[in-house]
């Protein structure tokens, strides 16, 4: 299973340090063999080992159909249904082996490799699952689902037991490396429950993602801390009364191919954030546009730290938040709350920004004492 695939890999080397050029049609076509052995060695294994029949399959020859954007392309519609028939197929004909599928590779309509990016795996689990109707989707991590903030940071960080889609876009969006925000759409959009599971503790019971869940009395679900973030203040007095002053504004982001992460806005100003390397490629030429009608200030080494949770309390949460930066003598540069309504996020300096975290963290996820947990049994 292995060797026709080395055979092929040696060749493309081969080529590649003939011409001394890697393109990234040619990038992706190269970084797929790794996945495509993987599955071959693990289909192997579960049948040799473990003794369940299993079966590798290529994603592509499942179905997955994608654009020809290289290195991060996108799923095409037609996947669903191809995938669909393929499985009702396979299941026809009697073939009940454990599929073994690779994950973030698929084909263009030329027949070419294409990867589909960070988060490619999980989204290709999303992807099966909704063409699926599956009652749920795992995705396997090594932590135990997501958690109340990162624990390289905070280790009192406890599990969220559930979020809803757009609690765990935003966490993902600012910060939380678990999930791309990318790969839960397709199960959110069949309305299919994503749970988050722990490959070192398979009795944990991880982190269920649904469409809709009660809080309770907690008033957050979680905080993400996003660093190296540059602050732009732009003030003008045109923006008084004035129609278009803010179209204006990101026409001028727009046209540098710049996104912005957080933006909050008054009467005569403007204040966004853009991550480090927006900033440092494209600020020398932002800047002067802007200045042409506006006086502008940029201020890097600032943190976004973001708080995702029930904003229908957002008093009750901002007075606990002003409280614990008061008293640890935190400045906040900038406050936004995000149209989604499950989010506040602010900026503070970047060597602050941990010790906020933590400070934070204590208030609104008191510590507890864990429940010891029972010895894993693998299958």
């Known amino acids: 299973d292995i060797e026709p695939l080395l055979d092929e890999l040696q060749k493309l080397l ?23 052995m993987s599955v071959r060695v693990f289909a192997r294994y579960m049948n040799d080992k473990v003794g369940v029949p299993a079966v590798f399959i290529d994603a592509f020859d499942l179905g997955m159909r994608t654009t020809d954007d ?15 028939k393929n499985m009702e197929e396979r299941r026809a004909s009697g073939d009940l082996r454990l599929p073994v599928v ?34 749920e989707i795992q995705v396997w991590k090594d932590v135990d689902g997501i958690m109340t903030t990162d624990p390289r940071i905070v280790k ?18 600012f910060g939380a490396n678990i999930l791309h925000p990318l790969a839960i759409i397709p199960a959110m959009r069949s ?20 469409r809709e869940r009660h809080f309770g009395d907690r008033l957050l679900t979680a905080m993400t801390m996003k660093r190296n973030v540059t602050v732009v203040d732009i ?61 502008v200030e940029v201020h890097s080494g600032k943190s976004i730290i973001s708080l995702v949770g029930n904003v229908t309390r957002s008093s009750e949460i901002l007075r606990k938040v002003f409280e614990t930066l008061s008293e640890n003598d935190i400045r906040v540069e900038m406050m936004s709350q995000g149209a989604s309504k499950v989010n ?23 510590s507890v004492v864990p429940a010891a947990k029972p010895e894993a049994v693998f299958v």
């Not at 009192?156 to 969006?173: D, N």
């Not at 990101?250 to 912005?260: H, I, T």
Request: net charge negative; glycine share 8%; with cysteine.
């Open 14 to 36: 081969t080529g590649i340090s003939l011409i001394k050029e890697l393109s990234p049609k040619t990038r992706d076509y190269l970084v797929s063999f790794g996945e495509r």
């Open 70 to 84: 290289y290195m991060n392309a996108e799923v095409d519609p037609k996947t669903y249904p191809l995938i669909k």
């Open 102 to 135: 690779t994950g973030f590779i698929g084909k263009d309509q030329g027949g070419n490799i294409t990867t589909l990016g960070r988060g490619g795996s999980d989204l290709t689990a999303s992807v099966i699952g909704a063409a699926l109707g599956v009652k």
């Open 156 to 173: 009192a960080a406890q599990p969220v037991p559930s979020v809803s889609f757009e609690e765990a876009a935003e966490l993902a969006y």
């Open 191 to 210: 309305d299919l429950p994503v749970r988050v599971k722990n490959s070192y503790d398979a009795h944990h019971p991880g982190t269920l993602i649904v």
């Open 235 to 295: 003030f003008s007095t045109r923006m008084l009364g004035q129609s278009g002053f803010l179209a204006e504004v990101f026409d001028v982001f727009r046209n540098n191919g710049v996104s912005v992460d957080v933006v909050a806005t008054s009467e005569v100003s403007i204040s966004l954030t853009l991550d480090q390397r927006q900033a440092a490629k494209h600020l020398d030429a932002i800047v002067p546009e802007l200045e042409k009608w506006s006086t």
């Open 344 to 366: 506040i996020s602010f900026c503070v300096d970047d060597d602050l920004a941990v010790t906020c975290v933590n400070e934070l963290h204590s208030k609104f996820f008191p």
